[in-house]
């Protein structure tokens, strides 16, 4: 079966300070993977995905993500984090043979101290 | 462009009591999908919709939930005898095409539920 795990349910940064949400995934196939994020009150809004194509993603917001085969990886990262970056984040994946929908990792917070 | 909606936003009901939760996809999108997260749990996958015929219902936990898309347009979910178990957020997202599933699903606020 494939999934996604996010080891961090919390993460707080101080703001212009670099932003990392660790997300791995279990998979036999080269999986679809994306990032959401979710902000409050706000419907989830896709950040990134990858797809087979460049293994470095580039996202809105600055942000991105790196696909490490090797590793099982799919790490979110963001040079400087700014106050807006609060919210909820997801590393999702599609599952090859299974469900339509998305899979989803329980998600992280990410904290921006002032 | 008018984004996902969802209807109502937040919903209190009794046990045992019945709800209808509505959404409204991004207009020209054939793909429609129901999430929800229990608190504490992941987003969990529901049931894909291509315009009205059911393509996917996996996820439904039980027969007390009902998903209808008429005319192709919007959805409903009816949740018939509400349980306890039942409270959380139900998300829906569309998508334009069904042939590619990593086509990027567009997700509405979502609704919160409370069963008490």
């Known amino acids: 079966a494939q999934s996604v795990t996010q080891l961090d349910s919390h993460v707080s940064v101080s703001e212009g300070t670099p932003v990392l949400l660790r997300c791995n995934y279990s998979?036999?196939?080269?999986?679809?993977l994306f990032w959401y994020v979710q902000h409050p009150n706000k419907g989830l809004q896709l950040l990134l995905k990858y797809t087979s194509a460049a293994t470095l993603v580039k996202g809105i917001n600055g942000f991105e993500a790196e696909f490490k085969k090797s590793e099982t990886s799919f790490h979110l990262t963001k040079p400087s984090a700014h106050m807006s970056d609060a919210a909820e984040y997801f590393c999702?994946?599609?599952?090859?043979?299974?469900?339509?929908?998305?899979?989803f990792g329980k998600g992280t917070h990410l904290i921006i101290q002032p | 462009e008018a984004g996902v909606t969802q209807f109502p936003s937040h919903s209190v009901i009794e046990k045992g009591q019945t709800v209808t939760l509505r959404c409204d996809p991004i207009?020209?999108?054939?793909?429609l999908y129901w999430y929800r997260r229990v608190m504490g749990k992941e987003i969990k996958f529901l049931l894909h919709f291509v315009k009205e015929s059911k393509q996917d219902e996996s996820g439904m936990p039980n027969n007390r939930f009902l998903a209808e898309r008429t005319g192709g347009t919007y959805s409903t979910l009816k949740v018939q005898p509400a349980e306890l178990e039942d409270s959380g957020v139900y998300f829906c997202a569309s998508s334009h095409s069904s042939r590619d599933r990593g086509y990027e699903q567009y997700f509405g606020p979502g609704t919160r539920l409370t069963v008490t």
């Open positions: 207009s020209g999108h054939d793909n």
């Open positions: 999702v994946v599609i599952l090859e043979g299974g469900a339509d929908g998305l899979t």
């Open positions: 998979s036999s196939y080269s999986p679809s």
